[in-house]
T-cell receptor
């Protein structure tokens, strides 16, 4: 079945450091890929998405590229800020209804000044 | 633009009590769903609905009931609360279509003692 695997956290970085959160997936078809962010006490918010191979999703300085050959969708940011402290979830969607969404277990990021 | 609204934000129940978690969306989305979020386990799908009058079970449906009488509302009922149902519950909706993202509410933190 479909699944998403994320790097284990927690991750602690100093402000302005480079961020990479690894995500790999297993899918039976040709999924769309998403990154969500969850700030403390809030729900998940869509950060970025990519819908086909070699697509790059980007938002708020974050980027991720859909790599079909390595079944990966790693999240990167060149210079993190304290305000980026949150939990990040990688997800895939196989179908046209939401019951075919699959989430990773989340990676907690703390950025220290 | 309210999006997905969940009430209450916090709830404490005693074992055996029943309650309903409310979820409403104002985006005219056909698809709605309930997840629970537990440490180290990511998000697990409880129940979902692809339209008014249609519901189905997700990965962890036992102990929960749902109904969908309108497009806007999708309440989740706990019939007889158990400590194992202590969790954070998220409602989500989606427009439909392969590339559509899920939109989440801010969650209900439930403690069963």
């Amino acid at each position: 079945g479909d699944s998403v695997t994320q790097m284990e956290g927690p991750v602690t970085l100093s402000e302005e450091a480079f961020l990479t959160i690894n995500c790999t997936y297993t899918a039976t078809g040709y999924p769309s890929l998403f990154w969500y962010v969850q700030y403390p006490g809030e729900g998940l918010q869509l950060l970025l998405k990519a819908t086909k191979a070699d697509d790059k999703g980007s938002n708020k300085g974050f980027e991720a590229t859909y790599r079909k050959e390595t079944t990966s969708f790693h999240l990167e940011k060149g210079s993190v800020q304290v305000s980026d402290s949150a939990v990040y979830f990688c997800a895939l969607s196989e179908g046209s209804t939401g019951n075919q969404f699959y989430f990773g277990t989340g990676t907690s990021l703390t950025v220290i000044p | 633009n309210a999006g997905v609204t969940q009430t209450p934000k916090f709830q404490v129940l005693k074992t055996g009590q029943s309650m309903t978690l409310q979820c409403a969306q104002d985006m005219n989305h056909e698809y709605m769903s309930w997840y629970r979020q537990d440490p180290g386990m990511g998000l697990r799908l409880i129940h979902y609905s692809v339209g008014a009058g249609i519901t189905d079970q997700g990965e962890v449906p036992n102990g929960y009931n749902v109904s969908r009488s309108t497009t806007e509302d999708f309440p989740l009922r706990l019939l007889s609360a158990a400590p194992s149902q202590t969790s954070v519950y998220f409602c989500a909706s989606m427009r439909g279509g392969r590339n559509s993202p899920l939109h989440f509410g801010n969650g209900t933190r439930l403690t069963v003692t």
